[in-house]
T-cell receptor
Framework: EAQVTQNPRYLITVTGKKLTVTCSQN?????MSWYRQDPGLGLRQIYY???????DKGDVPEGYKVSRKEKRNFPLILESPSPNQTSLYFC?????????????FGPGTRLTVT | QKEVEQNSGPLSVPEGAIASLNCTYS??????FFWYRQYSGKSPELIMS????GDKEDGRFTAQLNKASQYVSLLIRDSQPSDSATYLC????????????FGAGTRLFVKA
């Protein structure tokens, strides 16, 4: 089944404890992206990757890191999480990094930082 | 001014009516436009994409794009209670890379 998977689905952590949220797609997609969704603010792009070893900042990259060493995986790293990073996170992918980038979303990761 | 604006709603329509959802955008280098549907507690799923001015129809859904007015809309004909969800407008812009900007979404309720 073609899909985008994220792990973990739910995570409660404490301020400053490094964490990684994994994202994997099995569709051979070039483009992958991370978003956070907060009430009233909608989806905001954190980072995106147009291909292996090519990443770029979205609108809200502060406090996050990403890497794209393999085409299928695009982990999101929070080196020192803070309470303002409490949010619902979505990973997405699309076949091409171009104008026809119709994105497919993972199930989401709900992160709480205390 | 936000880059992609939508009326947050809720928009309430009776079953069988036409639901009209609107979106305006401010970025003049926007290239592609998308409508996603998001049910409560679920991830967004793509409904329609539109790249050129005019209308694009797919079943009960019609997307309309007017680049001169920086306006994109989604019409849902014969609305069903199962259409009740939040509809997200997304704009893809090329700024050295392909960045996607979402509106905050419009909540739609279809009353049986």
């Amino acid at each position: 089944e073609a899909q985008v998977t994220q792990n973990p689905r739910y995570l409660i952590t404490v301020t400053g404890k490094k964490l990684t949220v994994t994202c994997s797609q099995n569709m051979n997609h070039e483009y992958m992206s991370w978003y956070r969704q907060d009430p009233g603010l909608g989806l905001r792009q954190i980072y995106y990757s147009m291909n292996v070893e090519v990443t770029d900042k979205g609108d809200v990259p502060e406090g996050y890191k990403v890497s794209r060493k393999e085409k299928r995986n695009f982990p999101l790293i929070l080196e020192s999480p803070s309470p303002n990073q409490t949010s619902l996170y979505f990973c997405a992918s699309s076949l091409l990094a171009g104008a026809s980038a119709e994105q497919y979303f993972g199930p989401g990761t709900r992160l709480t930082v205390t | 001014q936000k880059e992609v604006e939508q009326n947050s709603g809720p928009l309430s329509v009776p079953e069988g009516a036409i639901a009209s959802l609107n979106c305006t955008y401010s970025d003049r280098v926007s290239q592609s436009f998308f409508w996603y549907r998001q049910y409560s507690g679920k991830s967004p799923e793509l409904i329609m994409s539109i790249y050129s001015n005019g209308d694009k129809e797919d079943g009960r859904f019609t997307a309309q794009l007017n680049k001169a007015s920086q306006y994109v809309s989604l019409l849902i004909r014969d609305s069903q209670p199962s259409d009740s969800a939040t509809y997200l407008c997304a704009v893809l812009a090329y700024t050295g890379g392909f960045k996607t900007i979402f509106g905050a979404g419009t909540r739609l309720f279809v009353k049986a």
